[in-house]
C-alpha cells in the first residue's frame, strides 16, 4: 500500500525567503508519480508540480522545485522567493503509475501543511 | 482554455437523498477521478475512469457509483446520503495515466 507522510502540520516564512515543506512516501511499486498541490482557503486544489519516478533531473516550475531523493523516498517542495499568495495548504500526493498495478491512477494524499508567509 | 469544470458547486441534501455530481474533464483528457475530502484531511479516492471504463475503485461503500460518458465527462452518483458524506467533492483530469493530475475546483455537499 502507498503511504505519504506530512511531517510539518504548519510551517511560517518571511516574504521574499525560500521554504521547504518536507515529503516522505512509501511504496513498492517501482514505477511512481510525485505531486504537490496547492489549497487555498476558497478550497480548489492547484497542481504545482510532477516528478516521475524514473526522472532523472529533479523537476522544476518557476519558483517550485521537487528535491526527489529516490533513496530516501523523499520529495520535498521547494518554494523560492515566499510571496504573500503564497499561504495555503500544501498536500504532497503519490500515484502508482506501474502498467499491472491494481491503483490504476489513485492519487495518494498526505495530511497536508499549512504554510503561512509573513510580509 | 477551459480547466476541469464541476457542477454545482455548492448542494444541501437531506439524509436519505440521492445526488449526481457531474466533471467535465479538459479537452483531449480520457481520466476521470473522483475523490472526497473531509474537513481537515487530504483527498480520498473514490473512483478512476479511463476510456470510459473503471480502472480503480476506492474504500467507499456501494451507495457510492459513477460513469464515464461517450465524451468523456463523469458523473459521480451517492444514494442514501449520511450525514458524514458531508465533504467536498473534487475530480481530477489526466491526459493518460501517467501525466499531470488537473482539479476541478469542487463540489461542496451538506447532508443535514
Known amino acids: 500500500a502507498q503511504k505519504i507522510t506530512q511531517t510539518q502540520p504548519g510551517m511560517f516564512v518571511q516574504e521574499k525567503e525560500a521554504v521547504t515543506l518536507d515529503c516522505t512516501y512509501d511504496?513498492?511499486?517501482?514505477?511512481?508519480?510525485l505531486f504537490w498541490y496547492k489549497q487555498p482557503s476558497s478550497g480548489e486544489m492547484i497542481f504545482l508540480i510532477y516528478q516521475g519516478s524514473y526522472d532523472q533531473q529533479n523537476a522544476t516550475e518557476g519558483r517550485y522545485s521537487l528535491n526527489f531523493q529516490k533513496a530516501r523516498k523523499s520529495a520535498n517542495l521547494v518554494i523560492s522567493a515566499s510571496q504573500l499568495g503564497d499561504s495555503a495548504m500544501y498536500f504532497c500526493a503519490m500515484r502508482d503509475e506501474g502498467a499491472g498495478g491494481t491503483s490504476y491512477g489513485k492519487l495518494t494524499f498526505g495530511q497536508g501543511t499549512i504554510l503561512t508567509v509573513h510580509p | 482554455d477551459a480547466g476541469v469544470t464541476q457542477s454545482p458547486t455548492h448542494l444541501i441534501k437531506t439524509r436519505g437523498q440521492q445526488v449526481t455530481l457531474r466533471c467535465s474533464p479538459i479537452?483531449?483528457?480520457?481520466?476521470v477521478s473522483w475523490y472526497q475530502q473531509v474537513l481537515g484531511q487530504g483527498p480520498q479516492f473514490i473512483f478512476q475512469y479511463y476510456e470510459k471504463e473503471e480502472r480503480g475503485r476506492g474504500n467507499f461503500p456501494d451507495r457510492f457509483s459513477a460513469q464515464q460518458f461517450s465524451d468523456y465527462h463523469s458523473e459521480l452518483n451517492m444514494s442514501s446520503l449520511e450525514l458524514g458524506d458531508s465533504a467536498l467533492y473534487f475530480c481530477?483530469?489526466?491526459?493518460?495515466?501517467?501525466?499531470?493530475?488537473?482539479f476541478g475546483q469542487g463540489t461542496r455537499l451538506t447532508v443535514v
Open positions: 481530477a483530469s489526466s491526459l493518460a495515466s501517467r501525466a499531470e493530475a488537473f
Open positions: 479537452s483531449g483528457h480520457k481520466s
Open positions: 511504496t513498492s511499486d517501482p514505477s511512481y508519480g
